[in-house]
T-cell receptor, first 115, second 110 residues
């Protein structure tokens, strides 16, 4: 099993450009998450999904949109990138939100730089 | 969710036990304590979690004080590969918003 994969690994954007980050998981997990991590800080939740076709806002949702059209994929979109969105983006998935099935499995991250 | 306090950094000798403390004095009765670690900019990795009782798995042990206001993650025989940032997180069951703090940077030295 590949676990959680993220595409792309690196990206450089100019201010105002748009892009989509793709997260895929092959563990049949219901829950998927998008986090961002700024230098020297912990992860912060952007958006999450509790199942196909559903999404919800996390701690820092502004400037991002998400979609979960297929159970195995969770897309994160930036419509008009800003330098403040320069960060490392991590995707995660879990079987459930309830103990003991709520262990989150993380992808390797996408390093995004907005100039 | 309750806020946690961890030391910013710690060192440990290879082969010795690493004891990482976490203070969560405002924890409520139904909040769990979770530990994750992040090795060199990789995605975080789950280690262990507990509610009231001490827990042990193949990676670590979690000791929670009786009043639940603090806990300690124990890596019994630290190796160089255990060098990482360790995050202590307190969250309610069924809460999807897991709040990571700055964590403790553990350096295991030869």
């Amino acid at each position: 099993n590949a676990g959680v994969t993220q595409t792309p690994k690196f990206r450089v954007l100019k201010t105002g450009q748009s892009m989509t980050l793709l997260c895929a998981q092959d563990m049949n997990h219901e829950y998927m998450y998008w986090y961002r991590q700024d230098p020297g800080m912990g992860l912060r939740l952007i958006h999450y999904s509790v199942g196909e076709g559903t999404t919800a806002k996390g701690e820092v949702p502004d400037g991002y949109n998400v979609s979960r059209l297929k159970k195995q994929n969770f897309l994160l979109g930036l419509e008009s990138a800003a330098p403040s969105q320069t960060s490392v983006y991590f995707c995660a998935s879990s079987y459930s939100s309830l103990v003991p099935y709520n262990e989150q499995f993380f992808g390797p991250g996408t390093r995004l730089t907005v100039l | 969710d309750a806020k946690t306090t961890q030391p910013p950094s710690m060192d440990c000798a290879e082969g010795r036990a690493a004891n990482l403390p976490c203070n969560h004095s405002t924890i409520s009765g139904n909040e769990y304590v979770y530990w994750y670690r992040q090795i060199h900019s990789q995605g975080p990795q789950y280690i262990i979690h507990g509610l009231k009782n001490n827990e042990t798995n193949e990676m670590a042990s979690l000791i929670i004080t009786e009043d639940r206001k603090s806990s300690t993650l124990i890596l019994p025989h630290a190796t160089l590969r255990d060098t990482a940032v360790y995050y202590c997180i307190v969250r309610l069951d069924n809460n999807n918003d897991m709040r990571f703090g700055a964590g403790t940077r553990l350096t295991v030295k030869p």
